[in-house]
């Protein structure tokens, strides 16, 4: 049987949608504190809203895959420059805290397991690869809600609210109660 460039290069887009990889901002340096995430976001894709969080987070990532999680901070673009990097090596989930609050947005790509002097990224490249919105809060207790139908002037209110002390709290809105999971 033959196998050419093309049909694996299909079989592996069909295979990163069927997983649902999250893409995650960390509100504070905990790793298990308040986020938001992009959820089933494709490689390369950033997840940003215009903010600085503390760090960036990826979650239900398949065992056999490794995969780089990418921390980026702002300049012309909200996924600028890279200022972390990490692997995930089998891990399902992953997190990485940055030293200040720089983190603009986030992303992955997935790394050879191979060759170790293989790197996809470096810190300080450009990425320019398409930027999506979060579209879930987790707040500290672990309660999470849909934020993809809210408006622009809704989701800044939630996050507001729901980092306006670091994360600590596990309050939102009223009207959240039709988007909680």
């Not at 809203?49 to 780089?68: C, T």
């Amino acid at each position: 049987m033959h196998v050419t460039f093309p049909a694996l290069m299909a079989v592996a887009t069909l295979a990163s949608r069927a997983a649902a990889v999250d893409v995650g901002l960390m509100v504070d340096q905990n790793c298990a504190g308040v986020a938001v995430f992009c959820t089933g976001v494709n490689p390369n894709t950033c997840c940003a809203d215009g903010r600085d969080f503390w760090g960036a987070k990826l979650q239900y990532i398949p065992k056999e895959w490794n995969l780089e999680l990418r921390a980026h901070r702002r300049d012309s673009s909200l996924c600028g420059p890279i200022v972390e990097i990490g692997e995930s090596r089998g891990s399902v989930a992953m997190c990485r805290p940055s030293a200040s609050k720089q983190v603009t947005g986030s992303g992955y790509s997935f790394r050879n397991w191979k060759r170790e002097d293989e790197v996809a990224e470096t810190v300080g490249a450009d990425t320019n690869g398409p930027c999506q919105r979060p579209d879930l809060l987790r707040l500290g207790d672990g309660t999470e809600y849909n934020l993809t139908e809210l408006s622009d002037e809704q989701y800044n209110e939630v996050l507001e609210v729901s980092i306006a002390d670091g994360g600590v709290t596990n309050e939102v809105p009223e009207y959240m109660a039709k988007y909680r999971h």
